[in-house]
């Protein structure tokens, strides 16, 4: 592996603003990004460049243009796959992210598809009360990366940025 820090992937990011927050988030916690396409907008959209204001130039982003083309890199650069989802079968505070992980999240429509559940690693799911179904997909990513940069930081595995 040659980047020790984490990887929040957007796959095929439905929503503009939503997408434009997270890289923005990527940005001010030093975490790198990526994005499966396609995406459901067009990256000079003005809602994805106003949510990620002028934090976007300071994103370490990749751009894939398939799933496929995402798990090339994923497998040659020996990372981890957690995926954030609600049918996630562990808890974010019992899953041990460990430096290189990726944290993928999916479409706010639909989800990821099952070829994508299949490849990760880990599902991992935020405890919410009921009957509530899920958190927005920008708030979800932000939890789950502080949890898992604290984890990383607490193992000296990280360096602060």
Same mark, same amino acid.
């Given at each position: 592996? #040659?980047?020790? #820090?984490?990887v929040l992937a957007l796959y095929e990011p439905d929503i503009a603003a939503n997408a434009g927050?997270?890289? /923005?988030?990527?940005?001010?916690?030093?975490?790198? *990004?990526? =994005?499966?396409?396609? *995406?459901g907008f067009v990256f000079s959209d003005a809602r994805f460049r106003r949510a990620g204001m002028?934090?976007?130039? *300071?994103?370490?982003?990749? /751009?894939?243009?398939?799933? @496929? @083309?995402?798990?090339?890199?994923?497998?040659? &650069?020996? /990372?981890?796959?957690?995926?954030?989802?609600? /049918?996630?079968?562990?808890?974010?505070?019992?899953?041990?992210?460990?430096?290189?992980?990726?944290?993928?999240?999916?479409?706010?429509?639909? !989800?990821?598809?099952?070829?994508?559940?299949?490849?990760?690693? *880990?599902r991992v799911r935020i405890p919410i009360r009921a009957p509530m179904r899920s958190l927005n997909?920008?708030?979800?990513?932000? =939890?789950?990366?502080? &949890?898992?940069?604290?984890? =990383?930081?607490? @193992? !000296?595995?990280?360096?602060?940025?």
């Amino acid at each position: 592996m #040659n980047d020790p #820090n984490l990887v929040l992937a957007l796959y095929e990011p439905d929503i503009a603003a939503n997408a434009g927050a997270m890289l /923005r988030t990527c940005a001010c916690l030093g975490v790198a *990004a990526a =994005i499966v396409e396609p *995406a459901g907008f067009v990256f000079s959209d003005a809602r994805f460049r106003r949510a990620g204001m002028d934090y976007l130039d *300071a994103v370490a982003l990749r /751009r894939y243009t398939s799933f @496929a @083309a995402f798990e090339a890199w994923r497998a040659a &650069e020996g /990372r981890r796959l957690a995926l954030l989802t609600t /049918r996630g079968g562990v808890d974010l505070l019992d899953f041990r992210f460990a430096p290189g992980d990726v944290l993928m999240v999916g479409r706010e429509s639909a !989800g990821v598809p099952e070829e994508v559940h299949a490849k990760a690693d *880990a599902r991992v799911r935020i405890p919410i009360r009921a009957p509530m179904r899920s958190l927005n997909v920008g708030v979800a990513a932000a =939890i789950a990366l502080a &949890e898992a940069l604290r984890q =990383i930081s607490k @193992a !000296g595995g990280l360096a602060q940025v």
